[in-house]
């Protein structure tokens, strides 16, 4: 990889930066300054262009008729469609089937699967080689400490055999790795005592062997169920690797229960030792018993599953025209089983062309909105590709959502409460509003977000059999719900937001509802019940969304403002990592954060993302915090030992690596791209002046684009707001008396310096806008540096008595 003369990486900073710059507009500024339009060559080139632009506009309308394809199939597609029988009823009349088809007996069909899951046995890894991985640590282990033991001159005194077995304890570490487990100094204490004894060696294989004839498992009555006494082990050890048998559960010790690891007398060499001996040497033993039989969750899980699978489903047939329910008898769950598959084929077969009439007209309502998006708005409002596919992405999602939810409801609401509250009562608790609080949130443009809704409420009320007052509760209720997390600042804002629209769905449902009734001459009490659902409705959404943006904004890359309410935590990790390795860059970041949330709040821009922009915008020096003036001592300047060259790659280097960090902390596009811009391609001075100095006669001229940083200039509002506000707040600490005219001073050179040098050619920052970004960042630093009085000598101060 190529090196600049400073040593750095040249390709590594670009590499990063590809991802904010658009070569695109570059290639366009190239071809118009050559006139390559005007050629002849140039106009075959551009006829291709436009060629290509008419295609793609072909593929996105395939694409949207895809989408309102399937869109159109969930519409239409029913959990669950109405029937006037339900179990226990009396057929009055014979219900004949139409046509003859096959279903599956599922009952009958679960049973037989059960029954042949439970019919495999357990499956456990046997392990041939444990016994002897055990053994041969003790052989290992007992075998080194005797060696030890060999070179050591034991005194005759009690009081120097202590002083050298404390010593010797130096060798536990060694012990234990070779052995393969910890022990207790105590047992340490008393191996050492009797020097390792081969005897206890031999006891201790003799009872691991005695053990290890057995299967030795950790809780087996956990996992194997009672109805079976075998298990089926599986052999792992590469000699004979595939062998399997069926093992008796009696035979395996538990190695969590105690009780199979006791002294016996069929135990060789215990019987010769004491008491005291015995049960060290038992306690060891068991230490050192490891399972060497494992269970195979998958394995077990794989071949009860291949055995569900090799049931074959049981099939009925039912003939056209044959008596399903006879008139007067009672309606079985069997019976309606059969009825739910009729109708489900039903649907099935006269659903197509409905879903393809639907989808052609809700592909013809999108070209209509995005035709108004481009003709009223004069195409300053744009939906991006990654937009439009998360609003595909929300309206099925909620489509399903309220699919799943009428289900839900009438299966254990309606068929209970049916004969009192109309189904419509559970439907208007559907949390659709949830769609247009997560686009809301996700997108800025107030129109194409009222357009979202618009559509998703046709969709919804063509759902719901074309429910005209479901389909005007849905479209207000979404539109109060997206204005009520506009520029939300808590996330309370987004549980006020359900409140407003379960307020807004309950005043519109009891107008409809009331209209309704007086029309048909109802009963009102129904209408109270309707209005406290269009309530619960607005809640439910605003749960739903707060549980779905999350997800969002990981799978896609958003940052809203409950993303940035997350990252205005100050125990963020990096934020944590910056106080302390750069405590004065953490002070500078939030001084800037508060002057930049309150001049983005007097010029309509997101104060939030500017706060939590200037919180992050400077993580990057935390890898070279010593290199910035905020964090230096006093009278220790390490840019004193190295040339202006390599200062200025220093200090460039610090929006790079904020960027990495930036990147691999994911805090989103609108955070990384502040940190890519706070500079734009603003000039070095103080290093640029002293390579001046101390350019000599002889050397190469030295330009003042080798002291810039490489930009690109802010892109957006709060990019120039966090630009101006670093450079000011800088210059402001730097004033040994900061009175008000001289702060004032300081903010307005400042922007005006920025200005002049073309920094804010690239935002949309008007000069009405700087006016008031002046005014406010000039009041929050004079409430930063005000006056303060002396406080007398007794308290602390400087004023006193002299004495």
């Not at 007992?142 to 010797?168: H, T, Y």
Request: glycine fraction near 6%; charged fraction near 25%.
């Amino acid at each position: 990889m190529p090196l600049n003369k400073f040593g750095s990486k040249k390709t590594e900073v670009s590499h990063k930066r590809v991802n904010y710059e658009d070569h695109s507009l570059k290639f366009l500024e190239w071809t118009k300054h050559l006139g390559f339009e005007k050629t002849y060559f140039g106009r075959v080139i551009y006829q291709i262009f436009n060629e290509l632009e008419r295609r793609l506009l072909i593929n996105r309308l395939v694409t949207t008729f895809v989408f309102c394809l399937i869109l159109s199939f969930l519409v239409f597609f029913q959990l669950e469609l109405p029937y006037d029988f339900r179990v226990n009823d009396i057929a009055k009349y014979d219900v004949v089937s139409p046509f003859s088809f096959e279903m599956t007996d599922e009952v009958i069909t679960e049973e037989k699967r059960l029954r042949a899951e439970h019919s495999i046995s357990v499956v456990y890894d046997f392990d041939t080689s444990v016994f002897e991985r055990v053994s041969n640590g003790v052989y290992k282990s007992f075998r080194g400490q005797r060696a030890l033991l060999r070179d050591i001159r034991w005194p005759k005194s009690a009081k120097g055999s202590e002083e050298v077995i404390r010593d010797f304890f130096q060798n536990k570490p060694l012990f234990e790795k070779d052995l393969g487990i910890a022990v207790s100094d105590y047992t340490f204490d008393w191996l050492v005592e009797n020097r390792f004894s081969p005897k206890f060696e031999s006891v201790i294989i003799r009872n691991l062997e005695n053990w290890y004839e057995k299967k030795i498992t950790e809780a087996p009555d956990r996992f194997i169920p009672n109805n079976q006494s075998t298990v089926l082990v599986r052999v792992v050890h590469r000699n004979n690797l595939g062998r399997e048998f069926l093992l008796p559960k009696v035979e395996i010790l538990d190695l969590q229960n105690p009780d199979h690891f006791e002294y016996e007398p069929s135990m060789r060499g215990l019987e010769k030792v004491n008491d005291t001996d015995r049960e060290n040497i038992l306690y060891l033993s068991r230490a050192l018993v490891v399972p060497n039989l494992t269970l195979n969750k998958q394995e077990t899980a794989n071949r009860r599953q291949l055995a569900r699978n090799a049931v074959l489903p049981v099939n009925i047939t039912i003939k056209k025209n044959q008596v399903i329910v006879p008139q007067g008898s009672v309606v079985q769950p069997f019976h309606m089983a059969v009825i739910r598959q009729i109708q489900a084929i039903q649907a099935d077969r006269r659903g197509t062309l409905m879903t393809f009439s639907l989808a052609l007209f809700l592909t013809l309502l999108i070209v209509v909105f995005a035709s108004y998006l481009r003709r009223f708005t004069l195409n300053k409002v744009k939906v991006v590709k990654k937009d439009s596919f998360v609003m595909m992405v929300v309206i099925l999602f909620v489509v399903v959502l309220t699919k799943v939810y009428i289900f839900i409801t009438d299966a254990a609401f309606v068929s209970k409460f049916g004969h009192i509250l109309s189904p419509k009562v559970f439907l208007y608790a559907a949390p659709v509003a949830a769609a247009p609080m997560m686009m809301g949130l996700l997108v800025s443009s107030g129109e194409v977000v009222w357009l979202f809704t618009a559509f998703m409420a046709i969709a919804m009320g063509i759902m719901t059999d074309f429910s005209f007052s479901f389909m005007l509760v849905t479209m207000v209720g979404g539109i109060a719900g997206a204005r009520g997390v506009f520029k939300c600042k808590t996330r309370n804002d987004i549980y006020w937001a359900g409140i407003r629209t379960g307020a807004v769905n309950a005043l519109l449902i009891a107008f409809l509802a009331t209209v309704s009734k007086i029309e048909q001459e109802g009963n009102f009490n129904e209408v109270y019940y309707t209005v406290f659902a269009g309530f619960v409705g607005g809640i439910f959404s605003a749960l739903v969304a707060m549980m779905t943006i999350p997800l969002l904004e990981s799978v896609f890359s958003y940052t809203t403002d409950v993303k940035l309410l997350e990252l205005s935590n100050l125990n963020h990790p990096l934020l944590r990592e910056m106080i302390v390795k750069a405590p004065g860059t953490y002070h500078h970041s939030m001084m800037v954060g508060s002057m930049v949330e309150a001049a983005a709040e007097d010029i309509d821009a997101n104060p939030l993302l500017g706060k939590v922009m200037c919180y992050y915008h400077d993580i990057g020096k935390t890898e070279h915090a010593n290199y910035f003036i905020e964090n230096q001592k006093m009278g220790h300047n390490p840019h004193d030992q190295i040339s202006p060259f390599m200062s200025k790659t220093l200090l460039v280097a610090h929006v790079k690596d904020g960027v990495e960090l930036g990147m691999q902390y994911k805090l989103g596009k609108p955070i990384i791209d502040g940190i890519l811009q706070h500079h734009g391609t603003t000039l070095i001075s103080f290093f640029y002046n002293k390579a001046l100095d101390l350019k000599k006669e002889d050397d190469v001229e030295i330009s003042e684009e080798d002291f810039r940083y490489p930009g690109p200039k802010p892109q957006f509002r709060e990019a120039a707001l966090c630009m101006l506000a670093d450079s000011i707040e800088a210059a402001a600490r730097s004033l040994d008396e900061p009175n008000p005219t001289r702060l004032q001073n300081i903010v307005r050179n400042v922007i005006q310096r920025k200005f002049q040098d073309g920094q804010l050619d690239q935002c949309n920052l008007t000069l009405k806008d700087i006016s008031k970004v002046e005014e406010a960042f000039t009041r929050i630093l004079i409430g930063i540096y005000h006056q303060r009085i002396d406080y007398p000598r007794n308290a602390g101060g400087g004023l006193g008595e002299k004495v």
